[in-house]
């Protein structure tokens, strides 16, 4: 069975620390994608990822940024980590070709507090 | 500012009865109609797809219904069962863009 496996289900962190977020998918797939998910706002695109290196902002990119130095691994940090970076974080991937018609697959998430 | 708006919030239905769920959207060059599903604890999946050449696409009990004109669509579950209960997203992507757009998601619970 295909799966993006996201590193850690739970995350608490000081105010100001870096975090590092990871998510490994195992299907080859050329995209990958972090939102964020918050109630009453849905899933909110952070960055996303189309191949090695690369790397397009999302609609929230702010107090992000993102690695990809593999195809199966697409990592997002938080520079410094604030309270309001509490949120679920979703990763999830997709072959290049196949947006319009097999959609994403999505991990698990990371619910990270920031105290 | 939402590019897909849905509603309603959360939604409580009794068992047999229609879920419908509605989004909205304002930028005609999306091309591309989702739904996900996603259940406690885990991420969401992709439930239904529509494209705007189609105005209605049924899978099972689920259907989704494309109104181009009014640049709206919704997700209806006939027959809703309690393993229904679940959060609900509609999405949607325009061609060029390789990331789907949310709405704010809908949190259906069927009563027994």
């Known amino acids: 069975d295909v799966k993006v496996t996201q590193s850690s289900r739970y995350l608490v962190k000081r105010t100001g620390e870096k975090v590092f977020l990871e998510c490994v998918q195992d299907m080859d797939h050329e995209n990958m994608f972090w939102y964020r998910q918050d109630p009453g706002l849905g899933l909110r695109l952070i960055y996303f990822?189309?191949?090695?290196?690369?790397?397009e902002k999302g609609d929230i990119p702010e107090g992000y940024s993102v690695s990809r130095e593999k195809k199966e691994r697409f990592s997002l940090i938080l520079e410094s980590a604030s309270t309001n970076q509490t949120s679920m974080y979703l990763c999830?991937?997709?072959?290049?070709?196949?947006?319009?018609?097999?959609?994403?697959?999505f991990g698990s998430g990371t619910r990270l507090t920031v105290v | 500012q939402q590019q897909v708006k849905q509603s309603p919030q959360s939604l409580i239905v009794q068992k047999g009865g229609i879920s419908i769920i509605n989004c909205a959207y304002e930028n005609t060059a999306f091309d591309y109609f989702p739904w996900y599903q996603q259940f406690p604890g885990k991420g969401p999946a992709l439930l239904i797809a529509?494209?705007?050449?189609?105005s209605e696409k049924k899978e099972g009990r689920f259907t989704i219904s494309f109104n181009k004109s009014a640049k709206q669509f919704s997700l209806h579950i006939m027959d809703s069962q309690p393993g229904d209960s679940a959060t609900y997203f509609c999405?949607?992507?325009?061609?060029?863009?390789?990331?789907?757009?949310f709405g704010s998601g809908t949190r259906l619970q069927v009563q027994p």
């Open positions: 999405a949607a992507s325009k061609a060029g863009r390789r990331a789907l757009t």
């Open positions: 990822s189309y191949d090695v290196k690369m790397k």
């Open positions: 999830a991937s997709s072959f290049a070709r196949d947006l319009p018609r097999g959609g994403y697959t």
């Open positions: 529509i494209r705007p050449d189609v």
